[in-house]
């Protein structure tokens, strides 16, 4: 089992929402780590009152990729229109949030900059709370929105274009890491292989509707560490599927996109699998862009039927970034550990807190 290098144990932990404070709390939440500027407004720990996602997808397709400086720059322009539009969605005047939350890595360093200065401004001007908010926590909660009595502990898979963990969630605020990707993430290898077949940008969505018409047996691709512990490894996939299109130029391409999603999908659940039953989960849960991925939604519910256990998976909106999921990790800090500093900055590498 992987272990952080230098764990961090946080400083209080529950195992159910009714546990928490009763205190109510709207949260107004701010995420712009990456290529999406959005706003929410959260009612407690999981009533979404507004959910506003303005995406950059098409500014950044012509690169084949997140350009960070086109990115800080449309945060800037989205971001205040945005937070206006949560704000008159949930029915609310500015002087109805009692707390603003927002990403404060890990992401891209301009992009945080932008979500965490507009949620420091804002909450001097309206004289409350700051909650900085880590975005794999974030992730982390995004199944409580939508099925608030997920019993812990749970196993989270947490896939996307930067990451790939495998999570035991033991109680709100109290994580203990599985295994990680050594190198590249799920999502990233999605990127990649579809870069280099010149499928376009984001990868993950067009192999997924590839897939669905190609043959997932036409090409046997590798399992990498498939039976090798908990961590997980894609960069040796991703140059598969280059060496053996550069070999066979004439293959179809759904086939070959079927089969390396096949390959993706098969290590990313036998391992969440395996992980639940050896840690005593009670359910398994997907998080991240990539759990939006059709073949992984199926495979995973089918694996968990197979356990015997609960099995979740979030609406595609809940797997993407949004900012609903910071506001309600930002609800879950608020009552663990009260308000951060306005000293607090971004942090492109913040880590997840594990015990």
Same mark, same amino acid.
């Given at each position: 089992?992987?272990?952080?290098?230098?764990?961090?144990?946080?400083?209080?932990?529950?195992?159910?929402?009714?546990?928490?404070?009763?205190?109510?709390?709207?949260?107004?939440?701010?995420?712009?780590?990456?290529?999406?500027?959005?706003?929410?407004?959260?009612?407690?720990?999981?009533?979404?009152?507004?959910?506003?996602?303005?995406?950059?997808?098409?500014?950044?397709?012509?690169? *084949?990729?997140?350009v960070?400086?086109?990115?800080?720059?449309?945060?800037?322009?989205?971001?205040?229109?945005?937070?206006?539009?949560?704000?008159?969605?949930?029915?609310?005047?500015?002087?109805?949030?009692?707390?603003?939350?927002?990403?404060? *890595?890990?992401?891209?360093?301009?992009?945080?900059?932008?979500?965490?200065?507009?949620?420091?401004? %804002?909450?001097?001007?309206?004289?409350?709370?700051?909650?900085?908010?880590?975005?794999?926590?974030?992730?982390?909660?995004?199944?409580?929105?939508?099925?608030p009595?997920?019993?812990?502990?749970?196993?989270?898979?947490?896939?996307?274009?930067?990451?790939?963990l495998?999570?035991?969630m033991?109680?709100?605020?109290?994580?203990?890491?599985?295994?990680?990707?050594?190198?590249?993430?799920? &999502?990233?290898a999605?990127?990649?292989?579809?870069?280099?077949?010149?499928?376009?940008?984001?990868?993950?969505?067009?192999?997924?509707?590839?897939?669905?018409? *190609?043959?997932?047996?036409a090409?046997?691709?590798?399992?990498?560490?498939?039976?090798?512990?908990?961590?997980?490894?894609f960069?040796?996939?991703?140059?598969?599927?280059?060496?053996?299109?550069?070999?066979?130029?004439?293959?179809?391409?759904?086939?070959?996109a079927?089969?390396?999603?096949?390959?993706?999908?098969?290590?990313?659940?036998?391992?969440?699998?395996?992980?639940?039953?050896?840690?005593?989960?009670? &359910?398994?849960?997907?998080a991240?862009?990539?759990?939006?991925?059709?073949?992984?939604?199926?495979? %995973?519910?089918?694996?968990?039927?197979?356990? *015997?256990?609960?099995?979740?998976?979030?609406?595609?909106?809940?797997?993407?970034?949004?900012?609903?999921m910071?506001?309600?990790?930002?609800?879950?800090?608020?009552?663990?550990?009260?308000?951060?500093?306005?000293?607090?900055?971004?942090?492109?590498?913040?880590?997840?807190?594990?015990?």
């Amino acid at each position: 089992m992987t272990a952080q290098d230098a764990p961090t144990e946080t400083t209080a932990t529950v195992s159910t929402l009714d546990s928490l404070q009763e205190t109510p709390a709207i949260i107004l939440g701010i995420e712009t780590s990456c290529d999406e500027t959005a706003a929410a407004v959260v009612s407690g720990p999981s009533d979404i009152l507004s959910s506003v996602v303005s995406s950059q997808v098409d500014l950044h397709a012509r690169y *084949g990729g997140v350009v960070p400086e086109i990115a800080s720059r449309a945060h800037v322009e989205m971001l205040t229109p945005v937070v206006a539009q949560a704000v008159i969605e949930a029915g609310l005047g500015d002087h109805d949030v009692e707390a603003v939350a927002a990403t404060a *890595g890990p992401g891209l360093i301009g992009a945080l900059l932008v979500g965490v200065s507009a949620a420091k401004s %804002l909450a001097l001007a309206w004289d409350v709370p700051f909650v900085a908010v880590n975005h794999l926590e974030a992730h982390l909660y995004s199944s409580f929105l939508e099925e608030p009595d997920l019993e812990l502990p749970v196993v989270v898979l947490l896939v996307s274009g930067g990451h790939t963990l495998l999570v035991l969630m033991e109680a709100f605020g109290r994580y203990r890491l599985i295994g990680q990707t050594l190198d590249d993430a799920a &999502g990233e290898a999605f990127d990649k292989v579809a870069r280099f077949m010149d499928l376009g940008y984001p990868g993950g969505p067009v192999i997924d509707r590839l897939a669905m018409t *190609g043959d997932s047996e036409a090409v046997a691709f590798p399992r990498p560490m498939r039976n090798d512990g908990y961590d997980f490894s894609f960069s040796g996939l991703k140059t598969a599927v280059v060496n053996h299109v550069r070999a066979h130029p004439d293959d179809d391409v759904a086939d070959i996109a079927a089969s390396f999603q096949e390959a993706v999908v098969d290590v990313l659940v036998h391992k969440a699998r395996k992980a639940a039953e050896e840690f005593g989960a009670k &359910g398994l849960c997907l998080a991240g862009g990539v759990a939006a991925n059709s073949s992984l939604r199926e495979r %995973l519910l089918d694996a968990c039927v197979a356990a *015997g256990i609960s099995g979740f998976l979030p609406s595609r909106s809940m797997c993407t970034d949004n900012a609903a999921m910071v506001a309600a990790a930002g609800w879950q800090r608020l009552q663990l550990d009260g308000p951060s500093s306005l000293e607090v900055g971004a942090d492109p590498n913040l880590p997840l807190p594990f015990i």
